[in-house]
């Protein structure tokens, strides 16, 4: 068997410059890419009539469309007759598709909240189990800030397959109420205490006064001393309604802290 040597050569060296040349376009793509998805999300944010959830989303699918293009690119490039693949692509979609069949609902449902947007950028949701301020919707995930700024990725699938409850759909104020346990003898100090903080924080409402009272006798095993139910109510922003629940414990823990 004779090997032809100059054909040997030839043949590197043609396949070492297309290796070259397709690295060279995988690094040119992904910068385009980049730039492609900056672009979009500029051109439709300058607009101020696209809503920032469809202009992430937008920006995530010309960004991909582009890498698509390069490897289709970098396959021709290598000899390899992109419309043989769709036969082989073909043949193996069902097979993927039943393998990524989540991540294929959890695009679906990324569509599906752009196309009906529940939410949108900052506004504070509890879903899924979770709750936080929508950061940004991608093509898989849902990204929330909790309120101690940790970081929450949802799968598209869990929160449009879950109730979306969103405090900042309506504007204006809403009703907060929060209870907790007390002994009889320091309720009266307790209250008058968290009616004072109250007063004082910013986020109430400031046209309706908060209040507290007693909800319901929790125990009466020693009558001299019964257990009972304070019921605090006030008024402030769905957005921040939690944040004063937080307020209120805290304050009704530190007091009875102090009495005991």
């Known amino acids: ?49 696209v809503d ?7 920006g995530s ?15 021709q490039l290598f000899g390899i007759q992109t419309a043989s693949l769709v036969a082989v692509l073909g043949a193996t979609s069902l097979a993927i598709g039943l393998a990524l069949q989540g991540t294929l609902s959890n695009l679906a449902a990324g ?43 949802l799968p598209n699938g869990q929160v449009w397959g879950a109730a979306i409850i969103n405090h900042s759909a309506y504007p204006g104020t809403g009703e907060i109420k929060v209870t907790f346990p007390v002994p009889a003898g320091a309720a009266p100090a307790l209250a008058d205490r ?3 903080e109250l007063r004082k924080d910013s986020r109430i409402d400031d046209q309706a006064q908060p209040a507290v009272s007693v909800s319901k006798v929790l125990d009466v095993a020693n009558p001299a001393a019964p257990i009972l139910e304070l019921t605090v109510s006030a008024k402030a922003k769905p957005s921040e309604a939690g944040a004063v629940k937080q307020c209120v414990l805290d304050h009704a823990s530190a007091l009875l802290a102090t009495a005991a």
């Open 1 to 49: 068997m004779t090997i032809n040597f100059d054909t040997l050569k030839a043949s590197l060296v043609l396949y070492g410059l297309n290796a070259i040349y397709a690295v060279l376009l995988l690094a040119v793509g992904w910068y385009l890419s980049a730039a492609m998805q900056r672009f979009v999300t500029r051109v439709l944010s300058v607009t101020h009539r």
């Open 52 to 58: 920032p959830l469809v202009t992430l989303f937008v």
């Open 61 to 75: 699918l010309a960004r991909y469309g582009v890498l698509a293009v390069v490897g289709i690119a970098v396959l």
């Open 111 to 153: 569509v599906m909240l752009l196309l009906f947007r529940p939410f949108h950028i900052g506004d504070d949701v509890e879903v899924a189990g979770k709750a936080g301020k929508v950061r940004s919707l991608s093509l898989f995930m849902t990204e929330l800030v909790a309120p101690d700024n940790t970081q929450i990725l």
């Open 194 to 196: 968290i009616l004072k």
